[in-house]
């Protein structure tokens, strides 16, 4: 039975879609932002199976939706405020500062000062890709 239930996994694994790689190399001012939301913007920077980074630009009153999933996550403040929400707690978060989202925890964002938030995800987020 372990062995049915390992092969099992392992033939999943085999057939999960995968995207490749970025480029070893990325100029981001010719990469073309994506609205993802009123006032918010998205550039994917670089990514594998296994991680992600992505630069979210947030016009001031811009919203991240209240959501979850099951990558890990880590952001970096690179510049702004934004009042922050992971599991029921909120802070206030302006450049320089980070935030750990673990996986299945309800988190969101509102843009207090326009800004640049630096989101690193594990594994893929493979609907950022389709």
Not at 66 to 76: A, L, N, R
Request: glycine content about 10%; hydrophobic content about 35%; aromatic content about 10%.
């Amino acid at each position: 039975m372990v062995r049915t239930i390992l092969i099992q996994l392992n033939n999943m694994e085999n057939t999960k879609k995968t995207f490749g790689s970025s480029k070893k190399f990325i100029n981001g001012n010719a990469l073309e932002w994506e609205t993802v939301g009123e006032g918010v913007k998205r550039k994917i920077m670089g990514y594998d199976d296994k991680i992600m980074l992505v630069k979210v630009h947030f016009d001031e009153g811009g919203i991240g939706q209240m959501h979850e999933h099951y990558h890990s996550q880590v952001t970096y403040v690179e510049s702004g405020a934004f009042e922050v929400t992971i599991d029921g707690k909120t802070e206030l978060l302006k450049g320089g500062d980070s935030f750990y989202i673990p996986p299945h925890d309800m988190h969101g964002a509102i843009c207090k000062e326009s800004g640049v938030l630096i989101d690193v995800f594990s594994p893929i987020r493979e609907d950022f890709m389709e």
